[in-house]
């Protein structure tokens, strides 16, 4: 296989505390949240949030260097927070509504390692991984499968693993590939089957796991699909308590 890709930086103190902030100050359930399947519990389980109106801020005041300053969009925010109980937030990105210009945007400054969510708990059996692109449909992944699997999303299609995350990969039962359903995804697949074995698991309907939920496909009778003779057929069929 390629060598992992190096680990990339952590952010700094200043950001991650800035970030924070930013998390504290917006979070919550939201219209659109809602509008897009994610449950209040969810929202709030992960720190979601809603930014009502463009905001521009020093960059110094992140840790970054001076320059033009910083934009924060109006949007649905997305931090990734790997441990919940501390709150460090290591990446940002915002899900705008406004026609002009990027639908997401990360915000400088923050980690771009994948987002890893319902890693199994220490001493327990690695579960298998689903892997996605963004950020948004990890999160929908989890909330409807996080007793199955571990989502991985890698914020790019054109991302590789980091010695990390390889290891995570690795140590997984299986691993499902559902990249986006375009050009770019079935391109990007056939390399994580060559190198990990993956199985290919493209969304039931439309582009994304998004996309499923709005046409009313079951997310969690689809990832069951994936997981057939991998799990027995009655934990794939449970529900997950709310």
């Known amino acids: 296989m390629d060598a992992p890709t190096p680990a990339p930086p952590s952010p700094s103190a200043q950001w991650k505390e800035a970030a924070a902030a930013f998390v504290a100050q917006v979070a919550g359930p939201s219209d659109y949240s809602r509008a897009r399947g994610l449950e209040d519990a969810t929202v709030q389980a992960l720190r979601l949030g809603w930014n009502p109106r463009d905001c521009f801020v020093d960059r110094p005041a992140w840790g970054l260097p001076p320059g033009k300053r910083l934009w924060l969009p109006a949007g649905l925010v997305i931090p990734t927070i790997p441990t919940l109980e501390q709150g460090e937030v290591l990446a940002l990105k915002i899900r705008r509504l406004a026609a002009d ?9 923050g980690s771009t390692a994948p987002m890893v ?15 996605v692109e963004g950020e948004l449909d990890a999160i929908l992944l989890a909330q409807a499968a996080r007793d199955l699997v571990t ?12 010695a990390a995350t390889c290891a995570l990969l690795h140590a997984a039962p299986a691993i499902l590939c559902a990249l986006d359903f375009d050009r770019a995804g079935q391109a990007a697949w056939p390399w994580w089957h060559d190198t990990f074995r993956a199985r290919y698991h493209p969304p039931a309907t439309g582009k994304d796991v998004g996309d499923m939920l709005a046409a009313g496909v079951d997310v969690r009778e689809w990832v069951g699909w994936g997981l057939e003779g991998i799990l027995p057929t009655a934990a794939i069929k449970a529900r997950i308590p709310r």
């Open 101 to 109: 210009g990027p639908k997401y945007v990360a915000i400088p400054g």
């Open 117 to 131: 969510l319902a890693r199994a708990p220490a001493g327990s059996p690695a579960k298998p991984i689903i892997i």
């Open 151 to 162: 989502v991985l999303a890698l914020r790019s299609v054109s991302n590789k693993p980091d």
